[in-house]
């Protein structure tokens, strides 16, 4: 068994993390919150180590020194698990746009989705009172009915309903010529 050990491959090396002085300060972690201005690192004291480095680990705050410096703190943080993470999502492109959706006052009468079956004559428009906004509306998303909201008139709720993605697959459907 011994010779067995002995002979065996040696384990895949381990990815190194970087040092904490080959981090530049560009790849520092900077936050506009933070009194120090490094995210994971906080002034705790006027002693001769006053900067506290922490981060927040399944569930717990783990304390990982004291330092004498903010930048010090800074560059131990950014050599973490959770300041690579930071920098990978800091540094990531964009993105892509999302297409826009029309906004509400840009949709013409004749652009609202009109229902026989409610009351309301529009769809995914209901009645619900008296108040100064009765007019709720309703989207199913993906088996999940979701309220948009309530509204004053019945048009300015049609015009909702119409400018989601809901309503506008409802206007193609209306629109498109028949088989």
């Not at 002979?7 to 936050?31: F, G, V």
Request: charged share 20%; hydrophobic share 30%.
């Amino acid at each position: 068994a011994i010779a067995a050990a002995r002979d065996a491959p040696p384990p895949p090396p381990q990815p190194q993390l970087p040092s904490n002085s080959e981090l530049s300060s560009s790849e520092l972690i900077r936050s506009e919150r933070s009194s120090t201005g490094f995210k994971g690192v906080y002034k705790v004291s006027s002693a001769a180590t006053p900067y506290c480095v922490q981060v927040y680990r399944k569930g717990k705050t783990v304390t990982l020194g004291h330092y004498s410096t903010a930048e010090e703190g800074a560059r131990v943080y950014a050599a973490t698990p959770e300041g690579i993470a930071d920098r990978a999502a800091r540094d990531a492109p964009p993105p892509p746009p999302q297409p826009q959706l029309p906004s509400n006052s840009e949709l013409s009468s004749g652009e609202l989705i009109r229902s026989e079956r409610s009351r309301t004559g529009f769809k995914g428009v209901s009645k619900m009172g008296s108040g100064a906004t009765p007019y709720r509306v309703l989207a199913q998303r993906g088996g999940t009915i979701v309220s948009l909201g309530y509204y004053a008139t019945v048009e300015e709720a049609a015009r909702v309903y119409a400018a989601t993605p809901e309503g506008i697959a409802d206007r193609a459907a209306r629109d498109a010529p028949p088989p």
